[in-house]
């Protein structure tokens, strides 16, 4: 079984900064992807930032320039770093990992104050 812990959620005021982390644990012979998703109230959860097991990444268009997403292979750690954040950031974000299943981590709350 594996385990994804989250932190670094809170509330930050608009044009601030937030580094959302997530951390696996558990029997894990190779992670394909990390990564980050987000839902908002009354929407679909949705893509931010994923990033293969070779380094690749791809982003929601609407964080290209202002999000950065990396890992730490050796710590099976995730990271997000958020910059520029503005009230449409606000959201629940959820960590995934990807091996021969999928995980998510309970989510951790994202609210920018305008």
């Known amino acids: 079984q594996v385990q994804l812990v989250e932190s670094g959620g809170g509330l930050v005021q608009a044009g601030g900064s937030l580094r959302l982390s997530c951390a696996a644990s558990?029997?894990?012979?190779?992670?394909?992807?990390m990564g980050w998703y987000r839902q908002q109230p009354g929407k679909q959860r949705e893509l931010v930032a994923r990033?293969?097991?070779?380094?690749?990444?791809n982003y929601a268009d609407s964080v290209k320039g202002r999000f950065a997403i990396s890992r730490d292979n050796a710590k099976k750690t995730v990271y997000l770093q958020m910059n520029s954040l503005n009230a449409e950031d606000t959201a629940v974000y959820y960590c995934n990992v990807e091996t021969v299943l999928t995980y998510w981590g309970q989510g951790t709350q994202v609210t920018v104050s305008s």
């Open positions: 990033i293969t097991d070779d380094g690749r990444t």
């Open positions: 558990g029997i894990i012979i190779r992670i394909a992807s």
